[in-house]
């Protein structure tokens, strides 16, 4: 069985910072890693995913994330964080590619200040 | 093109009645998945149906139950519905035919039970 732990329930930052979101998991085989973001009252939108090759994928909004087997980890992260980045970020993994079961962490919240 | 569609968007139930949620999925995606979202438990995985038939279930009493059509259209319904029942589901779809995909995600039905 797979899971995932997210490091930190809420993480705040200044608008320009540095943003980094934790996610570590636990798979008996090499995962499909995901990175998910979940504005108020709507669903989850992709932000970036891994599946195989390149181990740094880059995603939608400036976000990147790097695959490190040896850490069992999938950090976040965003040069730059801006206000509209204020969301909520799930990190998942699936152990097949294309069906939608997934097992996610409980989440970070990222708050941006002025 | 059309994304996953979940109806209706908001609904409040009394406890001990039932209830039934809707999603249709992005065209041509095979595979629906349903999870509950409540702020203590996070995302959990309830079930998820492939072609008709429930591939995966999640650790969720009997009462939680699901069906796909033919069309992929997908079904989920609560029976005895208890307060804790009160949550954001949220449907996702994926796997066309001959593509890795990965999960795209309804805007959820907020489920409320008083």
């Known amino acids: 069985a797979q899971s995932v732990t997210q490091l930190g329930s809420h993480v705040s930052v200044s608008e320009g910072a540095l943003v980094l979101l934790r996610c570590n998991y636990s798979s008996s085989v090499p995962p499909y890693l995901f990175w998910y973001v979940q504005y108020p009252n709507q669903g989850l939108q992709l932000l970036l995913k891994y599946t195989t090759g390149a181990t740094l994928v880059k995603g939608i909004n400036g976000f990147e994330a790097e695959f490190k087997k040896s850490e069992t980890s999938f950090h976040l992260t965003k040069p730059s964080a801006h206000m509209s980045d204020a969301a909520e970020y799930f990190c998942?993994?699936?152990?097949?590619?294309?069906?939608?079961?997934?097992?996610f962490g409980k989440g970070t919240m990222l708050l941006v200040s002025p | 093109k059309a994304g996953v569609t979940q109806t209706p968007r908001y609904l409040i139930k009394t406890r001990g009645q039932q209830v039934t949620l809707s999603c249709s999925p992005i065209?041509?995606?095979?595979?629906v998945s349903w999870y509950q979202q409540t702020p203590g438990q996070g995302l959990q995985f309830l079930f998820e149906y492939f072609s008709e038939t429930q591939r995966n279930k999640g650790n969720f009493p009997g009462r939680f139950s699901g069906r796909q059509f033919s069309n992929s259209r997908s079904e989920m319904n609560v029976s005895t519905l208890e307060l804790g029942d009160s949550a954001l589901y949220l449907c996702a779809s994926s796997w066309r035919q001959g593509e890795n995909t990965e999960a795209f995600f309804g805007q959820g039905t907020r489920l409320t039970v008083v």
């Open positions: 065209s041509g995606h095979r595979s």
């Open positions: 998942a993994v699936s152990l097949l590619l294309g069906y939608s079961t997934l097992t």
